[in-house]
């Protein structure tokens, strides 16, 4: 359709994207995935209150739509705050890495992932610290999100490694999709989107999955630091098949097949 940009040139700005963020310093990609993992926390926040709100008046697939719902203004925050979650250095980083062939690039590569990655989780331990205190949120919001992680932890091994590779495919798929639209209200959409339909399935983020069991510990679920590890080697290894298999290289293959 006129006016709609290319595969190549999304492919392009999606690189000249992630040679930027792979130049960053160590500190900038820190700071960067503290601020995500600070960010998320209120989707996740949003979504347990929105959940313990419905759950009285209607039944507890509605209060799990209506917790969805609530979810997507948290990846809201993190798209249009230009912080970053682990996942989104999947496409860009690793186009511009692929680019460059050299081995620094790789390293460099490898950084960012580190970096964000646990900057990510502690950002969010710093924010879930603050509402799981008493009195933060309303009533049995606490309840709900004690709730919402039992609910993780009870998932299969299999079914939390296929939900990872959902989560990394379409967190990826929106990394891509951002380099097509030009407007910040497009950017916001399809954040919401995204967000909202990542916890719809629930699908296994590393990061979102991960805090929501921190939240469980630290609230008197049933749930434990066990618990917690598990999810995050089975979902972290997930959402990278997802993100660079499903997505990174089938459009790197279809930019070189275009070319």
Sequence with gaps: MA????????????????????????????????????TIVFGIVALGVARELAAP???????????????????VFVVVGRTELFT???FDP????????????VWQLARLWILVLVLNFVGGAVMAAVFTVEGTL???????????????????????????????????????????VGSAGSRIVLAYVVGFFLALGPFDHVVVSGLHLLFGIWLGAHVSYADLGRNV??????????????MTLTHAVQVRSSA
């Excluded at 509605?62 to 997507?72: N, R, S």
């Excluded at 690793?94 to 690039?105: E, G, Q, T």
């Excluded at 709730?147 to 490694?161: D, M, P």
């Excluded at 997930?238 to 298999?245: H, K, R, W």
Aim: glycine fraction near 14%.
């Design 3 to 38: 006016g709609e940009p290319s595969p190549e040139h999304v492919y392009v700005r999606a690189r000249s994207e992630g040679e930027r963020r792979l130049s960053m310093s160590a500190l900038e990609q820190a700071s960067t995935g503290f601020i995500a993992g600070v």
């Design 57 to 75: 008046d209607f039944a507890s697939g509605v209060g799990h739509l209506v917790g969805a719902l609530a979810f997507g203004i948290g990846l």
């Design 88 to 90: 989104e250095n999947f």
């Design 94 to 105: 690793v186009a511009a890495a692929v680019a460059r062939r050299r081995i620094p690039a």
């Design 138 to 180: 309303p009533s049995r919001a606490h309840h709900t999100l004690a709730l919402v992680a039992e609910e993780i932890a009870a998932k299969g091994g299999l079914g939390t490694f296929t939900r990872g590779i959902a989560a990394g495919t379409l967190l990826t798929l929106l990394s891509y999709l951002l380099h097509a």
């Design 233 to 246: 080697v089975l979902s972290g290894a997930g959402n990278l098949l997802g993100g660079l298999l499903l």
